[in-house]
């Protein structure tokens, strides 16, 4: 499954591109598993996943939970900060 | 009659308020929130998303207004980088009597701090950069509204 996936703020950061499109392996059903994925892939994902605690994510522009499906469009971002 | 928006430019709260009064309201609550120069800072830094930062100010003006009796309710949050005492976001909300503008105010500035995709980073006069972190008390008020 060809995903589309953006990153926010020290997410950004950390990885070094503000997205890119992924390929990850079946096994990869919901956002937890694709947090773990991008941390075990490479040394910017295991900087940027360290603590998956601290990341949200948006599925289709839905804010989601880690058990929630994955979708074609991800984004993974910091908690927010604004106001 | 609801108003949102999400600009780099700054936030002209006179010009706001004009064009909220338009037509007239009982009862008028504001919250001006701004660049604070705690230790030193130099600059506040917002990033936001291109589509979803906007249509999330939308989605709480438009729980706001079903869930309260508005006349008319502007949530204008500024993006990018802006100084000390420049204005970040601006809440008004309008309605016959003041309970219902001053608590869809409280609402919305609570709300919009753990519900909208934003993220602030701060820039220091020595040249540290560091990139807020939530405060317990933000998620704390947020959930009185649940």
Redo the contacts between chains.
């Keep these: 499954m060809t995903l589309t996936i953006s990153y926010f703020a020290w997410v950004r950061e950390r990885m070094g591109v503000a997205g890119e499109v992924i390929d990850p392996p079946a096994d990869v059903t919901t956002i937890a598993d694709l947090v773990g994925w991008l941390a075990a892939r490479d040394d910017r994902g295991a900087l940027a996943f360290a603590e998956p605690g601290r990341i949200r994510a948006a599925v289709g522009g839905t804010m989601v939970g880690p058990e929630a499906a994955i979708g074609d469009e991800i984004a993974l971002f910091p908690p927010v900060t604004g106001g | 009659m609801i108003r949102v928006a999400v600009q780099t430019d700054a936030i002209n709260v006179a010009a706001e308020l004009d064009i909220h009064d338009a037509g007239g309201h009982g009862a008028s609550a504001i919250f001006v929130?701004r660049v604070r120069g705690d230790d030193g800072l130099a600059e506040l830094f917002?990033?936001h998303?291109p589509?979803?930062?906007e249509?999330g100010l939308a989605e709480l003006a438009h729980v706001a207004a079903d869930r309260w009796s508005l006349s008319a309710l502007t949530l204008v949050?500024r993006v990018g980088g802006m100084a000390t005492g420049e204005t970040?976001?601006l809440v008004l909300a309008s309605s016959a009597h003041r309970a219902e503008a001053l608590a869809a105010t409280e609402f919305l500035?609570d709300r919009?701090?753990?519900?909208?995709?934003?993220?602030?980073?701060e820039t220091f006069a020595d040249g540290r950069v560091a990139?807020?972190?939530?405060r317990d008390g933000?998620h704390g008020r947020a959930e009185r509204w649940d």
């Design positions: 929130g917002l990033e998303h589509a979803l930062t249509a949050h970040i976001v500035i919009l701090k753990t519900d909208v995709m934003l993220w602030k980073r990139w807020v972190e939530p933000d």
